[in-house]
């Protein structure tokens, strides 16, 4: 379970395996998402929809986001993106984000607005672990230079 809004922080959280909130307007795709990070030792939560997922947001506080929306594209999940990155609470702003997508087309505007991550779909269930471990890890002080970096190898190609 993952640590609520009200909740006061004990200083134990940070023992706890880093909590992940995936974001995926297909019900069963994103419960087959959240057991497979749970499986992977995150603790988990799931929201099928923009609104359940800004609340989910507020009341869980997750540390990573994956975002992926399919039916409304990745610009679905560029604005849930934007609502994250723009929240004034920072433990909402801050939290790291592996944004899925159908095409490459759109790496560098996700890049720019201000994902951690960009997986493109179909992807291996191991490489969306690989990514969420890599956010989680890499440490704040350099999560815009990653991006800087992200922006300038992809251009190149």
């Not at 395996?17 to 307007?25: G, K």
């Not at 989910?56 to 039916?71: G, N, S």
């Amino acid at each position: 379970m993952l640590r609520r809004h009200k909740d006061e922080w004990n200083g134990n959280e940070r023992r706890l395996p880093a909590s992940v909130l995936v974001v995926n307007d297909d019900h069963n795709a994103c419960e087959l998402l959240v057991r497979f990070l749970a499986q992977a030792g995150y603790r988990t939560a799931g929201a099928s929809s923009d609104l359940e997922a800004i609340e989910k947001l507020h009341e869980e506080l997750p540390r990573c986001v994956v975002l992926d929306m399919t039916t409304g594209g990745v610009g679905s999940s560029l604005a849930i993106l934007d609502q994250i990155r723009s929240h004034a609470d920072r433990r909402i702003s801050s939290a790291r984000v592996v944004l899925c997508a159908s095409s490459p087309r759109n790496r560098s505007f996700s890049f720019e607005s201000g994902a951690d991550a960009f997986v493109v779909r179909p992807f291996h269930l191991d490489d969306l672990i690989e990514h969420v471990a890599d956010v989680l890890d890499r440490p704040q002080e350099e999560r815009a230079r990653h991006r800087r970096d992200e922006l300038v190898r992809h251009d190149e190609r």
